[in-house]
């Protein structure tokens, strides 16, 4: 609590004005093409990408006609900044996402107001530059008020009051929280290596932060693990969107969801619970008055018994009914399905898909099979046609080791591949996985020399095993062929 209660006092201290953008141009309009190109960029309108490449030119960058349709850019590799990235991408107020992990920037001198205007940027990893030789960085984070996750490497320095990177309570995500940028409008953030900063308000969790975006009407949590409680006293931090909010994403490695996390999100009208939540707390989904889907993809997950209540249905006399009107979607014999049961709601099974990848081989074969989330899966004879001398030695689902016959709990989609391998049968010349006369047509053309003939797997042929092939092998087949009948 005394975390929650010093977050709620920092944040009402790190409140923003606006301020002027930083060496721009005016906005100019200009018809949209399907693609640009220049000396060192490329760019694609339907995606909004802008890819650097080889040596950037200030001016072409800087002054790019089209960048507010930029949603994301990035740096190809070998793609090397200029001595001078004073503005180099000021006023990009439609990109999200700056990926310059491939650029280098070890002869750059001056980073003053390089990402001044960002405004939608959220995210920003520059742990691959270098700043030993910058001499100017003033302004470099000015106005970038969505930044809410960055990094930083081992040669880039500290962050100084001059920098303008907007103080809204930055924390090291190793600890994430204690706030580290000090008391200034502007953060101070001492790096010694290689570190994440977060702002403190997109906290949501030791390791899990948050963003809304709100073009999209979506809020994303990112990150991993446990989600911290909340409460009308200490509220989720994205609770001003919370009526505005239409899309809920998880993560994959989320593993609690927080009490009242969700509440009064009341656009929201479905919402998928990654099988890596083992817990859902009180009232994380309460009052979603718009909710009628809800997948929940782990079979045991932990469903407190408030969970999802006190949503309204319709235009009800009463308003505020402790039901749920949609339906829950789960796994078979899963802790959603009893839940849905106990409390009379409508429940259907999760359908998942099965994937037979033929991996090299061929034939006639369904490869896409539906089955329910939850039921017992029995891996099958393999029936594909084994590449050219190869034959089947066993199933592989994401690198874990099966036998047909074995069976598998369904948990979600899986894709089954199979493993071929050269036969070691002695006497398979032919490595089809038997031994008959075939075998012996293929060992006597090698033997006559015969154009294009070859082994697979000569030792196979060495009947005689003494590690050449010669007539006495042949005799040696042809008596394993007439055993054999």
């Not at 491939?102 to 205007?117: K, L, P, R, V």
């Not at 998880?250 to 009242?260: A, C, F, S, V």
Request: aromatic content about 10%; overall charge negative; glycine content about 8%.
């Amino acid at each position: 609590m005394k975390f929650k209660k010093a977050a709620a006092a920092v944040l009402s201290v790190f409140t923003l004005g606006g301020m002027t953008g930083y060496g721009a141009p005016a906005v100019m309009d200009y018809p949209i093409t399907a693609e640009a190109a220049g000396e060192c960029y490329s760019f694609d309108s339907a995606t909004g990408l802008l890819t650097l490449k080889g040596d950037v030119i200030l001016d072409e960058i800087m002054n790019f006609e089209q960048k507010d349709a930029v949603k994301s850019i990035e740096a190809a590799e070998g793609t090397v900044f200029p001595e001078s990235c004073r503005g180099l991408f000021a006023d990009y107020v439609s990109c999200t996402s700056i990926e310059l992990e491939n650029a280098d920037t070890s002869g750059t001198d001056n980073m003053a107001g390089m990402f001044s205007g960002c405004s939608a940027l959220v995210s920003l990893d520059l742990s691959s530059f270098d700043t030993s030789s910058v001499e100017n960085a003033d302004n470099m984070f000015l106005d970038c008020y969505g930044l809410c996750r960055l990094r930083l490497g081992e040669r880039f320095g500290d962050i100084a009051e001059g920098h303008c990177l907007p103080n809204v309570g930055w924390v090291n995500a190793n600890d994430p929280f204690t706030i580290i940028s000090g008391e200034k409008r502007y953060a101070e953030l001492k790096n010694d290596g290689d570190n994440t900063y977060i702002a403190i308000g997109h906290v949501c969790g030791e390791a899990l932060t948050w963003y809304y975006d709100a073009d999209t009407k979506t809020l994303t949590v990112s990150g991993e693990g446990d989600m911290l409680d909340y409460s009308s006293d200490f509220p989720a931090p994205w609770n001003e969107y919370a009526e505005d909010i239409g899309k809920i994403v998880l993560p994959e490695k989320l593993t609690y969801i927080g009490e009242n996390a969700f509440a009064y999100a009341e656009n929201v009208s479905e919402v998928t619970i990654p099988a890596s939540v083992t817990k859902v707390g009180t009232e994380a989904f309460a009052s979603c008055y718009a909710l009628r889907d809800v997948y929940i993809m782990g079979l045991d997950t932990v469903l407190d018994n408030k969970w999802i209540i006190y949503n309204r249905i319709g235009n009800t006399s009463d308003g505020y009914r402790p039901v749920f009107s949609g339906t829950i979607h789960g796994g078979v014999n899963s802790t959603a399905q009893k839940f849905a049961e106990d409390n009379g709601y409508k429940f259907e099974t999760v359908i998942c898909s099965v994937i037979w990848d033929p991996n090299g081989g061929s034939g006639t074969v369904v490869i896409y099979h539906q089955e329910e989330l939850g039921s017992v899966y029995k891996i099958p004879e393999c029936v594909f046609t084994p590449p050219e001398n190869k034959i089947f030695d066993h199933w592989e689902i994401e690198g874990v080791v099966y036998e047909p016959g074995d069976t598998i709990v369904l948990e979600g989609d899986m894709t089954l591949v199979p493993i071929w391998k050269i036969s070691d049968i002695r006497g398979d010349v032919n490595c089809d996985g038997s031994v008959n006369i075939a075998d012996a047509v293929v060992l006597q053309r090698w033997l006559l020399a015969v154009p294009d003939t070859g082994l697979a797997n000569w030792q196979n042929a060495d009947i005689c095993e003494d590690s050449r092939l010669d007539a006495f092998d042949m005799a040696m087949l042809r008596q394993l062929l007439t055993e054999n009948d």
